[in-house]
């Protein structure tokens, strides 16, 4: 019996102490205090457009420009262009063969330096790659075949009815149906 009233009585004073501890320093819950509501400071609003990027202009820029010369030639013979549709535009596809072994970097660039179609709507590009110093023929044709690709919009394509893709002995063309 004295063993149930010793805890009953020391189970009662540390409740009652609970109500002096709410409010203090040594709760762990009042030490942040509560959340209130404030209004915010918006911050002036811009003009630009911030999905499009700024130009930046640094240290190397003009260095960049200067090293990205393309420095490839024509490729020896086309041997195939395709041209697939994909949503928002097309993909024309080359395959060209090189007259050497090695040629690495190919791409297919517009003949003319805007890139635009001429006056009868044919769009051009030479089918390029860069030759290493060394350049032999050892492999076979399979071996020396490339392709390269470059995707046109629909707004590219829409002023365009043929395209044309140049070698040094042959071209291929594809026409609009």
Known sequence: MRLLTTSLLVATMTVTACGAVRDSRINP?????????????????????PLIPEERRGLFTSVRRETEVYLGTPLDQVSGLVIERVPG??????TAIASVDGVYNVQ?????????????GTLTYRFEGVK???????NSQTQRTYNAAV???DQELSRVRSIRVEGVRNAQTVARR
């Open 108 to 120: 297919l660039t517009p003949a003319d330096d805007d890139g635009e179609p001429d006056e009868n």
């Open 151 to 153: 995707r046109l919009t």
């Open 132 to 138: 290493p110093a060394n350049a032999g023929r050892r």
């Open 89 to 94: 535009g097309a993909i024309v596809r080359a």
């Open 29 to 49: 819950f009042n030490w942040f205090g509560s959340s209130r509501s404030e209004p915010i400071e918006r911050a002036p609003v811009k003009e630009d457009n």
